[in-house]
């Protein structure tokens, strides 16, 4: 589905191009004993989060509470690039990837119900069903479509049915998932917090458990939280089925912007914040950065670990100026990633050498190579279509599109720059959201700047919706065909051997790699800071911060 932050995400930022603030922290004029120091809740600044109801969990900032709240049936590890059950104690696929059972552990709300497979179903029922309780107190889930392929999806979004026909709950410990079409990397998909089972409550008392939800994860709600209250306050689930957590109890502090949060963590207030791309060097030098990996230690406390999404230009292969393949691969060379992100971002994105993430499993280094930065190569395929006339132009000329209030000025000014270079005249229109949806579905435009984020850390989450032909009237924007490209999404999909299934998926990749139909910058990250009271915290992407393996120091 394209949405606003399919357009919108990712921005640099108004302040992004500023002078570096001091990066120090501001010792506190009477810091305490270390005792005191010790027993004090571990504190974590967040942006205001949109929902902290899983139904309605579609921002960073929300995720990061549902995260500490819900156990989903699986968990993927960014570190080892490997599923393992959460909620669940086991699962069988069906030979044709289309029937999945899970069996669940024993476990218990935090209210001291017994989690059952129905809660499961009302979960997603919840987030799917425009009309259930949940979206009337918010709106309708933006994470519906995640379970898209389940039976009976289309018909209970539409209204004409009153549940989720594809889950069904044999007895209270086995979920059965019928789908419509085949899709291996289902139990990825099901490791998304906002999967989590959600109790009775949540459909007796909506507007109750919107403010203070009620989970099945390491934390709970110490009390509601009402949007505009400065801080949500969490608690150790002593009844917790797995682990317990290592901390007794976490503030989230609320911050309107990165630039409060992060004035608030050099004078003590907090111990965890995202970082401000324009503060990333001196932080990363003042505190550590973490070279390998995203866990903070003792002795380094600033994090970027690299995220799901991708940035990139759309190519409109349709199109009369991009539809040679030969041009969309020399524009992809002439773009110089490394200055995007190590100087404009501070080394707080990543040069895209494709459209797989590396947090993804399966991806490969230079998967895409025309992702290079290689001028002289790029010169040299467009000699052979638009050579250089009198004039040093080229008679090439490219319109880009992206959303006025996105803060992606000084990124499009530098790829018009790279262009020109090479002899390609590049004239970038800034529109606002709405036209440059209607734009995009009218096929009005050669180049279009948008992100890409997967919700699940797989090869298919970017592939499918991007570059197979059925999506062409929705996420495929580049209009992209290839028969082979789709023999092989489509087999991948049936693919329960993962290894075999990643294969067949790099297979694709390649092609489509080969072929430009857009044009990877960047890969997005999220830079965090650490007080040095942290002796090891875990931070992955979509805001999964690991509260509940947190170690503070003496």
Same mark, same amino acid.
Request: net charge negative.
């Given at each position: 589905?394209?949405?606003?932050?399919?357009?919108?995400?990712?921005?640099?930022?108004?302040?992004?191009?500023?002078?570096?603030?001091?990066?120090?922290?501001?010792?506190?004029?009477?810091?305490?004993?270390?005792?005191?120091?010790?027993?004090?809740?571990?504190?974590?600044?967040?942006?205001?989060?949109?929902?902290?109801?899983?139904?309605? =969990?579609?921002?960073?900032?929300?995720?990061?509470?549902?995260?500490?709240?819900?156990?989903?049936?699986?968990?993927?590890?960014?570190?080892?690039?490997?599923?393992?059950?959460?909620?669940?104690?086991?699962?069988?696929?069906?030979?044709?990837? $289309?029937?999945?059972?899970?069996?669940?552990?024993?476990?218990?709300?935090?209210?001291?119900?017994?989690?059952?497979?129905?809660?499961?179903?009302?979960?997603?029922?919840?987030?799917?069903?425009?009309?259930?309780?949940?979206?009337?107190?918010?709106?309708?889930?933006?994470?519906?479509?995640?379970?898209?392929?389940?039976?009976?999806?289309?018909? @209970?979004?539409?209204?004409?049915?009153?549940?989720?026909?594809?889950?069904?709950?044999?007895?209270?410990?086995?979920?059965?998932?019928?789908?419509?079409?085949?899709?291996?990397?289902?139990?990825?998909?099901?490791?998304?917090?906002?999967?989590?089972?959600?109790?009775?409550?949540? %459909?007796?008392?909506?507007?109750?458990?919107?403010?203070?939800?009620?989970?099945?994860?390491?934390?709970?709600?110490?009390?509601?939280?009402?949007?505009?209250?400065?801080?949500?306050?969490?608690?150790?689930?002593?009844?917790?089925?797995?682990?317990?957590?290592?901390?007794?109890?976490?503030?989230?502090?609320?911050?309107?912007?990165?630039?409060?949060?992060?004035?608030?963590?050099?004078?003590?207030?907090?111990?965890?914040?995202?970082?401000?791309?324009?503060?990333?060097?001196?932080?990363?030098?003042?505190?550590?950065?973490?070279?390998?990996?995203?866990?903070?230690?003792?002795?380094?406390?600033?994090?970027?670990?690299?995220?799901?999404?991708?940035?990139?230009?759309?190519?409109?292969?349709?199109?009369?100026?991009?539809?040679? =393949?030969?041009?969309?691969?020399?524009?992809?060379?002439?773009?110089?990633?490394?200055?995007?992100?190590?100087?404009?971002?501070?080394?707080?994105?990543?040069?895209?050498?494709?459209?797989?993430?590396?947090?993804?499993?399966?991806?490969?280094?230079?998967?895409?190579?025309?992702?290079?930065?290689?001028?002289?190569?790029?010169?040299?395929?467009?000699?052979?279509?638009?050579?250089?006339?009198?004039?040093?132009?080229?008679?090439?000329?490219?319109?880009?599109?992206?959303?006025?209030?996105?803060?992606?000025?000084?990124?499009?000014?530098?790829?018009?720059?790279?262009?020109?270079?090479?002899?390609?005249?590049?004239?970038?229109?800034?529109?606002?959201?709405?036209?440059?949806?209607?734009?995009?579905?009218?096929?009005?435009? %050669?180049? &279009?700047?948008?992100?890409?984020?997967?919700?699940?850390?797989?090869?298919?989450?970017? @592939?499918?919706?991007?570059?197979?032909?059925?999506?062409?009237?929705?996420?495929?924007?580049?209009?992209?065909?290839?028969?082979?490209?789709?023999?092989?999404?489509?087999?991948?999909?049936?693919?329960?051997?993962?290894?075999?299934?990643?294969?067949? @998926?790099?297979?694709?990749?390649?092609?489509?790699? $080969? %072929?430009?139909? &857009?044009?990877?910058?960047?890969?997005?990250?999220?830079?965090?800071?650490?007080?040095?009271?942290?002796?090891? @915290?875990?931070?992955?992407?979509?805001?999964?911060?690991?509260?509940?393996? =947190?170690?503070?120091?003496?």
């Amino acid at each position: 589905m394209l949405d606003r932050r399919t357009f919108i995400g990712g921005a640099l930022g108004a302040a992004a191009l500023g002078a570096f603030s001091a990066c120090g922290r501001i010792a506190a004029e009477d810091p305490g004993s270390g005792d005191v120091a010790a027993t004090q809740p571990l504190s974590v600044c967040i942006a205001p989060p949109r929902s902290i109801d899983p139904c309605g =969990a579609t921002d960073t900032s929300s995720l990061a509470v549902v995260w500490q709240l819900f156990d989903s049936l699986t968990s993927f590890d960014f570190a080892t690039g490997e599923l393992a059950c959460l909620a669940a104690d086991r699962y069988e696929v069906s030979d044709d990837a $289309r029937t999945f059972t899970f069996h669940l552990r024993q476990a218990t709300f935090q209210n001291g119900d017994t989690v059952t497979s129905a809660d499961f179903k009302r979960a997603w029922e919840r987030i799917v069903n425009p009309a259930s309780a949940a979206s009337e107190e918010t709106e309708p889930s933006g994470l519906a479509n995640m379970l898209s392929v389940i039976e009976g999806y289309a018909e @209970l979004r539409a209204g004409t049915a009153r549940e989720l026909a594809g889950v069904s709950c044999p007895d209270d410990a086995t979920l059965s998932i019928a789908l419509r079409t085949p899709y291996a990397d289902l139990p990825y998909v099901l490791a998304h917090p906002a999967l989590g089972p959600v109790p009775v409550l949540a %459909d007796e008392d909506p507007e109750s458990f919107a403010a203070q939800p009620v989970g099945n994860g390491p934390f709970q709600m110490a009390r509601s939280w009402e949007p505009g209250t400065a801080q949500i306050e969490l608690a150790r689930f002593d009844a917790y089925a797995g682990e317990p957590a290592t901390l007794a109890s976490v503030h989230l502090e609320i911050a309107e912007d990165v630039e409060q949060a992060f004035q608030r963590f050099q004078t003590d207030e907090v111990d965890v914040c995202r970082c401000p791309v324009r503060d990333a060097h001196g932080a990363a030098s003042s505190l550590g950065r973490v070279e390998d990996g995203s866990v903070m230690t003792g002795d380094d406390h600033f994090v970027c670990c690299t995220g799901l999404a991708t940035s990139m230009l759309a190519c409109n292969v349709q199109g009369q100026a991009l539809g040679n =393949a030969d041009v969309r691969r020399a524009l992809s060379l002439a773009i110089d990633r490394a200055y995007l992100a190590d100087t404009l971002y501070r080394e707080t994105r990543r040069a895209a050498d494709g459209v797989v993430s590396p947090a993804i499993a399966g991806y490969r280094e230079a998967a895409w190579p025309y992702a290079a930065y290689d001028t002289a190569r790029a010169e040299e395929l467009l000699d052979a279509v638009y050579p250089v006339l009198e004039d040093d132009a080229r008679g090439l000329t490219v319109r880009l599109l992206y959303n006025a209030d996105g803060g992606h000025r000084e990124v499009i000014e530098a790829v018009v720059e790279n262009l020109a270079k090479v002899g390609v005249t590049c004239e970038p229109e800034d529109v606002d959201i709405e036209t440059l949806r209607e734009r995009v579905a009218a096929r009005d435009f %050669d180049l &279009v700047r948008m992100d890409w984020a997967t919700d699940a850390p797989v090869m298919d989450g970017v @592939l499918f919706p991007l570059f197979f032909s059925g999506n062409a009237s929705s996420t495929n924007v580049s209009g992209y065909h290839d028969e082979r490209v789709d023999e092989l999404l489509a087999t991948a999909r049936t693919t329960l051997e993962e290894a075999n299934r990643i294969a067949l @998926l790099q297979e694709a990749d390649a092609a489509i790699g $080969r %072929d430009c139909p &857009v044009i990877p910058l960047l890969f997005q990250g999220a830079p965090y800071v650490g007080s040095e009271r942290i002796e090891e @915290l875990s931070i992955a992407p979509q805001g999964r911060i690991d509260l509940a393996r =947190a170690q503070l120091g003496d």
